[in-house]
């Protein structure tokens, strides 16, 4: 068995919301002191634990608003959890949105050694990884376009091509392997394995069920917040599944009474 890379204990994401979003100090004091005030909570994520080894592939699956991103988030440092603790031995690369980090003005090139030292990579390493990056992600004719220029697909090629390049120790991806064309999509794939094959742990965030069960050995189904299930892909796909239909089969039913 692997050593734990990734822990998470009863994890909690609560989010404040209600009269006191948008107002200012001065107004906040009055309102308390007077009582004429209102906060409501918001559960993101709720009471949500699981551990991933070494070699680990987890595919975690929900419908919109299940809290997926927000537990990405809570796993990077991006975001600190209200309860429970994450623990994280390892190097990260995320890619939870494509964009982000990237300079619309600054070209291709000049863009990954950007995204290159914010993953704490030295100029000299990224010197010997470029063009290896700018092989892998079939953009060589447009290294020195504007990144604004490029489309959505070109800059998710990139982007992967630059956490997937730099060796992560865990890698984690938001829905990026469904961006691009069938081939781009199933050459990621076979890197992604041949990550997990050096031993890496990576988390994959996708709706597609079908890419979930090929590529991860263990599943996190959450819902509204919640989790549902931890453990075996197989057997969590086909409740997921099942769950997925019988929704829609309500929702026709709901519908057709109409």
């Known amino acids: 068995m692997g050593s734990v890379i990734i822990e998470a204990k009863n994890v909690s994401v609560e989010f404040v919301t ?39 592939m987890l595919g975690i699956i929900g419908t919109n608003g299940a809290g997926k991103s927000t537990l990405l988030k ?13 623990t994280v031995n390892g190097k990260i690369a995320a890619l939870l949105e494509l964009a982000s980090g990237f300079d619309p003005d600054l070209n291709l090139k000049e863009n990954a050694y950007l995204r290159g030292a914010m993953l704490g990579y030295t100029r000299e390493f990224m010197d010997k990884k470029y063009p290896e990056i700018l092989a892998f992600s079939e953009l060589e004719e447009f290294e020195q376009r504007p990144f604004k220029q490029l489309s959505s697909g070109m800059k998710s090629r990139i982007a992967f091509s630059i956490a997937s390049m730099v060796e992560p120790e865990i890698l984690i991806l938001d829905e990026v392997l469904s961006v691009g064309d069938g081939a781009f999509r199933e050459k990621s794939e076979e890197k992604m394995r041949e990550i ?18 090929r590529m991860c050995n ?27 239909d019988k929704r829609k089969s309500e929702k026709k039913k709901k519908h057709s009474d109409i």
């Open 18 to 56: 209600g009269d006191l979003r948008n107002i200012g100090l001065k107004e906040f004091v009055m309102r308390k002191l007077t009582g004429n005030y209102k906060i409501e909570k918001f559960s993101a994520v709720n009471d949500v634990s699981f551990e991933i080894l070494h070699g680990d």
């Open 74 to 86: 809570v796993v990077t440092g991006i975001m600190r959890p209200s309860k429970g603790r994450v």
């Open 196 to 213: 997990i094959d050096k031993g890496k742990a990576t988390i994959l965030v996708s709706h597609s069920l079908a890419q979930i069960r």
């Open 218 to 244: 263990k599943v996190l189904w959450l819902d509204h917040g919640k989790q549902m299930a931890f453990g075996n892909t197989d057997k969590i796909c086909d409740e997921y599944q099942e769950f997925l």
